[in-house]
């Protein structure tokens, strides 16, 4: 019974000589999805999202690995141990660069300080290869700024997103008015 499936199993899946067909790599594909989104279970999604290159690399590798799955005539199996590995490897690096932070700023690399008290560390920002256009938008788009004076740190950080620390700022009176016995005050932060 078991050689029955095997060899069933063998031929849906074009396993071979001469590679699949185009119904066999329509069966591969159902079976690389669902191995896939084991994988990605077994790997807790964290390399999905937009991280450091440590986590895109193996993003990158494991989807040119099941590619190759669906429409490759070599071992097929050989595929899904190969993703295993790659997802295996991934947890063992970064459980090891979360015990030890030197080993993590080698493998995910660090922030870099870009913005310090409202001045622009411009010898940051060329080896980060970050523009003053690229540190505008970033100020606008996460800090809610427009004035780099304005702010107290801004950091590269290691997923290549900019964080922002605005400086406190203090509230100014805009308008006070008395209706009917009643004050009513609006400030504005700046």
Known sequence: ??????????????????????????????????????????????????????????????????????????????????GVVFVFLHWLLAVISFRFDAISSVFKGSERLLVKDGEVLRDAMRKSHIGEGDLKSALRRNGRLEDVERVKRAYLERSGDISVIAEKSEPRIIEIEVREGVQRVRFEWT
Do not use: C, H, Y
């Open 1 to 82: 019974m078991l050689v029955v499936i095997a060899d069933l199993s063998a031929w849906t899946l074009g396993l071979g000589e001469g590679g699949p067909a185009a119904l066999q790599m329509a069966a591969r594909t159902v079976v690389v999805n669902f191995a896939a989104l084991a994988l990605i279970r077994l790997g807790e999604k964290r390399f999905l999202g937009k991280n450091t290159a440590f986590d895109v690399i193996i993003g990158v590798m494991l989807g040119s690995l099941l590619s190759r799955a669906i429409n490759d005539d070599a071992t097929f199996v050989g595929f899904f141990v190969a």
